[in-house]
């Protein structure tokens, strides 16, 4: 029972290159999220997704590009990677928020140097 | 302000030592509440939902004061395993769960 997968769990970018996180899950659920976390920070809402075809901005959306063509997959984009940017990224899935219960992936883990 | 607060700890008990700590949130339209926890390097999962009535998971209680806005959780009898960052969860009836940044345990042997 996959759930929720990340890839890649590690990356080192330089400043300005562009990458994708690709997160997946097999639960058919109508909700996914991307968070990032920082020291200190906890984890702050990037984009979300309440279904195929949609997204919408969360708290830190700047740098940041989504697509949800598929129900199962929520592609986060960085187009010109910043140091800023340098942080653990984690995916999560709903069937629906009311119940609270996020399915998170493992984290991928991003430096930008 | 931040919408949901923490104690970030980190508290240091014994094995066998009750510990308590709580979170504050700033919208009082929030409707739902919940404790995730984070061990070290690894993604958040959920520990348990908080009812208005206050409810008990085996040795975790946990409470919520609307008129204070607040949420507790307590931990009875801690165990070794019970080191963690428990995550203070608020969804402010949207889409959208609010995370605190989390307060840490540590058990000692």
């Known amino acids: 029972n996959a759930g929720v997968t990340q890839t890649p769990k590690f990356r080192v970018l330089k400043t300005g290159q562009s990458m994708t996180l690709l997160c997946a899950q097999d639960?058919?659920?109508?909700?996914m999220y991307w968070y990032r976390q920082d020291p200190g920070m906890g984890l702050r809402l990037i984009h979300y997704?309440?279904?195929?075809?949609?997204?919408a901005k969360g708290e830190v959306p700047d740098g940041y590009n989504v697509s949800r063509l598929k129900k199962q997959n929520f592609l986060l984009g960085l187009e010109s990677a910043a140091p800023s940017q340098t942080s653990v990224y984690f995916c999560?899935?709903?069937?629906?928020?009311?119940?609270?219960?996020?399915?998170f992936g493992e984290g991928s883990r991003l430096t930008v140097l | 302000r931040k919408e949901v607060e923490q104690d970030p700890g980190p508290f240091n008990v014994p094995e066998g030592a009750t510990v308590a700590f709580n979170c504050t949130y700033s919208?009082?339209?929030?409707?739902?509440f919940f404790w995730y926890r984070q061990d070290c390097r690894k993604e958040p999962k959920l520990l348990m939902s908080?009812?208005?009535s206050g409810n008990e998971d085996g040795r975790f209680t946990a409470q919520l004061n609307r008129a204070s806005q607040y949420i507790s959780l307590l931990i009875r009898d801690s165990k070794l395993s019970d080191s963690a960052t428990y995550l203070c969860?608020?969804?402010?009836?949207?889409?959208?769960?609010?995370f605190g940044a989390g307060t840490t345990v540590t058990v000692r042997a």
């Open positions: 999560a899935s709903s069937y629906e928020i009311d119940t609270g219960e996020l399915f």
């Open positions: 639960m058919n659920h109508e909700y």
């Open positions: 997704s309440v279904g195929e075809g949609t997204t």
């Open positions: 919208n009082s339209a929030s409707q739902s």
């Open positions: 908080v009812y208005s």
């Open positions: 969860v608020v969804n402010p009836n949207d889409y959208k769960l609010s």
